[in-house]
């Protein structure tokens, strides 16, 4: 497994849309090291979840965390997630913090809906769907996006909130 360079704001690889991808290629070997290496990129970075186009590869994946707020049993791997397709549930929408590897040391807050369901591939292939609500969905909503070529700054409605990681610690956490 390799850590992989992440792609910061500015670099055009974050604007473009990236590409489906067949089954076939899903368990193709140099697809399969890609998941393994996005991965160890995510886990050394300590980000909860990461894109495709974030270590300049133009592939509708990403790899998250999803449980990563929850109580936390300990024993949810990250997945990887292929050609994702969302439906949002219900009209919900919840506004909450947001960081990106590709934006380091910001955050700013997001609105996105509550609840969706996805409809994808996971890495072996097989179709999956998955129905999530708040933080993962809001995890699933960053990553996909990133497949679009949008970032969270996008989906601000007022920057007013954009600070520093040093500034949120000392002015926007309460614990
Ligand atoms: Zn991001």
């Keep these: ?103 380091p040391d910001i955050r700013g807050r997001v609105p996105r809906a509550r609840e969706i369901k996805v409809r994808a591939f996971d890495r072996r292939g097989d179709r999956i769907e998955l129905h999530a609500h708040d933080f993962p969905a809001r995890v699933i909503q960053h990553e996909t996006d990133h497949l679009d070529g949008v970032l969270f700054f996008d989906r601000m409605t007022s920057f007013e909130t954009l600070t520093f990681l040093d500034e949120y610690s000392r002015y926007w956490t309460k614990d």
């Design 1 to 103: 497994m390799a850590i992989l360079k992440v792609a910061r704001m500015g670099h055009p690889v974050l604007r473009a849309k990236a590409r489906a991808l067949d089954r076939t290629e899903i368990r193709s070997a140099p697809v399969q090291k890609l998941i393994d290496d996005m991965l160890q990129t995510m886990a050394e970075y300590h980000g909860v979840g990461l894109a495709a186009p974030q270590i300049h590869e133009g592939l509708r994946i990403f790899v998250a965390a999803l449980d990563a707020k929850d109580e936390g049993d300990g024993d949810d791997q990250p997945l990887a997630i292929i050609n994702p397709e969302i439906t949002v549930v219900g009209s919900d929408v919840v506004e909450d913090w947001e960081g990106c590897l590709s934006i």
